[in-house]
T-cell receptor, first 111, second 112 residues
Framework: EAGVTQFPSHSVIEKGQTVTLRCDPISGHDNLYWYRRVMGKEIKFLLHFVKESKQDESGMPNNRFLAERTGGTYSTLKVQPAELEDSGVYFC?????????FGPGTRLTVT | GQQLNQSPQSMFIQEGEDVSMNCTSSSIFNTWLWYKQDPGEGPVLLIALYKAGELTSNGRLTAQFGITRKDSFLNISASIPSDVGIYFCAGRPLDSNYQLIWGAGTKLIIKP
């Protein structure tokens, strides 16, 4: 069974640019989550999809972040325009019920 | 917001030693999870705990869900070089269906 995949693995962009991260969950997992870890700090929840619906987006920092999950399959997280404080590792996870399985993360660096 | 206090922040140990780390919360959690992250990888689930008092083992790893539901510990026995990495605790609060609250991680380093 294929795990959670994320693309790209690394992204370096300038402040003010736009970046789109993609996550492909484990097949059959209705629940999809986005998390972010800023260097040295805890992993922070951003939002949770159940199929294509946003169940909880309380962790989204501001309206520069937009997440979508087309057709309840893969998800994208767009940051527009990117700011320096957006740098960090963005993790995607999926679950059937309780146990969340993580992708390798996308390391975003905003310069 | 809710926070988990995970300690220690880092550990320097000799190969073969036992390791213990824990997480505490000011509020009640109904699930505790322990993850390990290797460099360049995402967190990998090690042990999941669902009931107060539950003690679960996975090989050399043992974790317990505290009776008060506000803490959990993870023990690693007879550490080996591949145990190196960052260990995270994560808990699901009582009022949340799926959102996980995370500790800041414990970095395990094995002295040569």
């Amino acid at each position: 069974e294929a795990g959670v995949t994320q693309f790209p693995s690394h992204s370096v962009i300038e402040k003010g640019q736009t970046v789109t991260l993609r996550c492909d969950p484990i097949s059959g997992h209705d629940n999809l989550y986005w998390y972010r870890r800023v260097m040295g700090k805890e992993i922070k929840f951003l939002l949770h999809f159940v199929k294509e619906s946003k169940q909880d987006e309380s962790g989204m920092p501001n309206n520069r972040f937009l997440a979508e999950r087309t057709g309840g399959t893969y998800s994208t997280l767009k940051v527009q325009p990117a700011e320096l404080e957006d740098s960090g590792v963005y993790f995607c996870a999926s679950s059937h019920v309780d146990e969340q399985y993580f992708g390798p993360g996308t390391r975003l660096t905003v310069t | 917001g809710q926070q988990l206090n995970q300690s220690p922040q880092s550990m320097f140990i000799q190969e073969g030693e036992d390791v213990s780390m824990n997480c505490t919360s000011s509020s009640i959690f109904n699930t505790w999870l322990w993850y390990k992250q290797d460099p360049g990888e995402g967190p990998v689930l090690l042990i999941a705990l669902y009931k107060a008092g539950e003690l679960t083992s996975n090989g050399r790893l043992t974790a317990q869900f505290g009776i008060t539901r506000k803490d959990s510990f993870l023990n690693i026995s007879a550490s080996i070089p591949s145990d190196v990495g960052i260990y995270f605790c994560a808990g699901r609060p009582l009022d949340s269906n799926y959102q996980l609250i995370w500790g800041a991680g414990t970095k395990l380093i094995i002295k040569p």
